[in-house]
């Protein structure tokens, strides 16, 4: 018998054989591919256009507004600035001061001028937004020159909360009517112009703070610090950045694939990988063996059996589907290594081939059993006839054999090597 590694070897040398055409086909094809992945990732990458940022200029602005307290009360000393509430008292500090503060942020720049243009607007607007009525009166203009970066620009101007209800009233007095809800607001819009990073550029900026009047107070709304950034960017050609995964399953593929080609290239040069009949034989068995092991078990038969005349199975297979059909089981020899099936007053029995290897019989060469009686070769439908006798109950052996057969448990040593007793 021959030992797993030599099954090994041998089924290794069938596919190569069957398959090595194949097998080199896809390994040449794995070093092509492998190939192309490093010379694209590593010798020549492919390029691509990105956008370059060339300069950026970045303009900040925000309201600041206080109130300064100008008449006599109970709670708040006279000339008190309140700074930055939400809600103000129109009798005690009817004016909002409010400032808008500019800057700019960019790496270099030159000649830029920063203006703040600030406006009142009163209108009445309905529910769908439709405008009734509006008036605009500019309030405050800045420009300045020259404005270095972090530098603030201020524009400054004062509204009067008192004046404003006056001028709300007379609007709404001479129409007539106020059809939806009015509301006033200051808009400011912030120009920056200038040369940044050596090229021309220009940015506008609008922000909006509503002034809600309540009688005796008025409350005020602003965004915060708004900012507001412009780039200008130019097309770059740069070369194109690959993953881990093609960076490095490039050079794996080559490699495999020229191991694979180099390996199969000298296996079918230096060596005959064509299996001989015997080996191919032995694998066949192998496969039966495999296929029906739950169909056989392993004890040794009492050597009563053996003294019957021998059918010689063609193959396991051929034993198996005989034993089935003869309700029979099969027994492999834990000694010889052969495979029975007793039915009638006949042994059939299978002689399975040794591999071809130095270590066992020469190719063809049967493993060798006991000696056995007559014999004749047998198919399974002709070894099927032979057990006639015995399915008829006519044989004054068939007692006999399932006497053996059942005394042969007893007598019988196990593959696991236990006592025989005779």
Same mark, same amino acid.
Request: glycine share 10%; net charge negative.
């Given at each position: ?30 070093? $092509? ?28 602005? *925000?309201?600041?507004? @206080? ?18 509430? %939400? ?6 500090? #009817?004016?909002? %001061? ?46 300045? @020159?020259?404005?270095? #970066? ?14 404003? %209800? ?10 007539? $009517? ?69 960076? &490095? ?49 392993? &004890? ?6 053996? *003294? ?24 492999? %020899? ?18 399975? #081939? ?25 198919? #399974? ?15 004054? !052996? ?9 005394? @042969?448990?007893? !007598?019988?040593?196990?593959? !696991?090597?236990? !006592? *025989?007793?005779?």
């Amino acid at each position: 018998m021959s030992s797993a590694p030599d099954e090994r070897r041998l089924r290794l040398r069938a596919v190569l054989n069957a398959q090595s055409t194949a097998i080199l086909a896809v390994c040449l094809l794995l070093v $092509a591919v492998g190939a192309g992945l490093v010379y694209t990732t590593h010798v020549d990458p492919e390029t691509e256009t990105e956008q370059r940022t060339v300069s950026s200029l970045t303009v900040e602005s *925000e309201y600041r507004h @206080s109130a300064t307290v100008t008449e006599p009360n109970a709670v708040f000393e006279t000339g008190r600035v309140l700074d930055g509430r %939400d809600t103000y008292f129109t009798r005690v500090a #009817p004016e909002l %001061d409010v400032s808008v503060a500019t800057s700019y942020r960019t790496s270099t720049a030159e000649n830029v001028t920063v203006q703040v243009d600030s406006a009142l607007v009163i209108r009445n607007v309905g529910e769908e937004g439709t405008v009734y009525w509006r008036e605009t009166e500019p309030i405050a203009s800045e420009t300045a @020159s020259g404005v270095a #970066p972090g530098e603030t620009v201020n524009a400054s101007f004062t509204l009067n909360s008192t004046a404003i %209800d006056g001028r709300v009233a007379a609007i709404e007095e001479q129409l007539g $009517a106020s059809p939806g809800e009015t509301e006033t607001f200051v808009t400011t819009e912030v120009a920056v112009d200038g040369s940044i990073g050596g090229v021309p550029t220009a940015s506008t900026q609008t922000l909006d703070m509503t002034v809600t009047h309540g009688g005796d107070t008025y409350s005020v709304s602003e965004p915060g610090v708004q900012s507001d950034t412009t780039e200008r960017t130019e097309p770059e050609t740069v070369d194109r950045e690959y993953g881990a995964l093609r960076s &490095f399953g490039g050079p794996l593929l080559l490699l495999v694939g020229l191991a694979g080609a180099g390996g199969v290239t000298y296996a079918r040069r230096e060596y005959d990988l064509a299996l001989t009949e015997a080996e191919r034989a032995y694998l066949s068995y192998r496969d039966d063996r495999s296929e029906f092991a739950e169909w056989i078990t392993t &004890f040794r038969l009492p050597a009563s059996v053996h *003294e019957r005349p021998t059918a010689e199975a063609g193959s396991l297979r051929d034993l198996v589907d005989f034993a089935i059909d003869n309700d029979t089981g099969v027994v492999e %020899d834990p000694e010889t290594g052969a495979f029975h099936a007793v039915a009638g007053e006949f042994v059939y029995t299978y002689r399975p #081939p040794a591999p071809a290897t130095g270590d066992g019989p020469a190719d063809g060469e049967a493993v060798a059993g006991p000696a056995p009686g007559a014999t004749a070769a047998v198919s #399974p439908d002709s070894a099927a006839t032979a057990s006639t006798p015995a399915e008829d109950g006519d044989s004054p !052996d068939a007692d006999l054999d399932a006497a053996d057969l059942d005394g @042969s448990t007893a !007598d019988a040593t196990g593959s !696991d090597g236990g !006592d *025989e007793r005779d």
